[in-house]
């Protein structure tokens, strides 16, 4: 990534707290993910309903809303591309 | 359910409707347990149709909560504050309370797209698409089935308009990560997003003692 916006560590710390809270993972496992780190499809915690739950905590801690059409898998593939779509939104 | 000494100020918490409730529940219970040790009483109505029965829940408006829960409010005395959990907090006006408490209250609006977006999620799973518009648009004409409950057309409409009552006194409580209003932030995970029920021991004592520390701001005021 080039220069990254102000307030992207408190994003990217953000999608880590709720990937932890929402799934029930420990923070030290949160913490190893990496940007190429497979999510959905890969993480049993991750199933359907666990995703309703991610996208409506991250609504609540970022101030952000994530319309339906905006939910694909490629946003969901790993948590770099998670917390890139966060950041867009956050603070694009 | 009803816990603690009989003369007691009695704290009555408000579990949230649908799914979340059998997620809280063991937390409320642990709740009321630790209030009870702290010379308080508390108790847990159960609201009409939220229980496991589908044709219970289809004669329910969020009106008929409000009433159930007004009337085990009167039943308990005029020493009692409210304790909601999240959308609870949607049927827990009553003016005859001491004070109120409410975690982390939520809307109806965001109740139902919180429904609405785990059915557009395990709908892509089964290679189906829906939408916000077309889920709403059929729950409005016909009603919809959300997470195990059918919700009438006259529920869903009324849950989308729906909002906490305004009380006073009042203490909001939220966790951390949190960014809407709050009088007080804890660090905690949220457990009502957690798909099994569980609990947390330690979140049961903060919050007890947030909710005992502020009856006796409230009677003293």
Redesign the interface.
């Given at each position: 990534m080039g220069l990254l916006p102000e307030g992207s560590q408190q994003v990217e710390d953000?999608v880590r707290?709720?990937l932890?809270?929402?799934l029930?993972i420990s923070q030290d496992r949160v913490d190893a993910f990496a940007a190429e780190t497979p999510l959905f499809g890969a993480l049993p915690e991750l199933?359907?309903?666990?995703?309703?739950?991610v996208?409506?905590?991250l609504e609540?801690?970022?101030?952000i809303i994530i319309e339906?059409?905006e939910v694909d898998g490629e946003m969901l593939e790993t948590f770099g591309a998670l917390t890139r779509f966060a950041m867009a939104k956050a603070l694009g | 359910m009803r816990f603690g000494p009989a003369e007691a100020p009695v704290v009555m918490i408000a579990l949230p409707p649908f799914e979340e409730a059998n997620r809280l529940r063991a937390l409320a219970v642990t709740v009321a347990r630790r209030l009870g040790e702290q010379g308080l009483g508390a108790a847990i109505p159960d609201l009409p149709g939220t229980g496991e029965s589908m044709i219970d829940i289809a004669a329910t408006r969020p009106a008929d909560w409000q009433q159930a829960f007004a009337a085990a409010s009167a039943s308990i005395g005029e020493n009692r504050l409210i304790a909601s959990l999240r959308a609870g907090a949607l049927f827990d006006g009553d003016d005859g309370a001491i004070g109120h408490w409410r975690l982390t209250p939520q809307d109806g609006a965001k109740l139902l797209?919180?429904l609405i977006?785990?059915r557009?999620?395990?709908l892509?799973?089964d290679g189906r698409e829906a939408?916000?518009a077309t889920l709403t648009e059929a729950a409005m004409r016909d009603g919809i089935e959300l997470s195990g409950h059918w919700l009438t057309p006259a529920l869903f409409g009324d849950l989308e308009q729906a909002v906490p009552p305004p009380v006073h006194p009042l203490r909001t409580v939220r966790l951390g990560?949190?960014?809407?209003p709050a009088d007080h932030l804890i660090e905690a995970?949220?457990l009502w997003?957690?798909?099994e029920p569980s609990n947390d021991l330690h979140l049961a004592q903060i919050l007890a003692d947030d909710i005992a520390d502020w009856v006796k701001t409230c009677r003293a005021g």
């Open positions: 953000a707290a709720v932890r809270d929402v029930g199933d359907s309903m666990a995703v309703a739950g996208l409506t905590e609540d801690r970022l101030g339906d059409d | 797209r919180e977006r785990t557009i999620a395990g892509r799973e939408s916000t990560g949190d960014i809407q995970a949220p997003r957690r798909a």
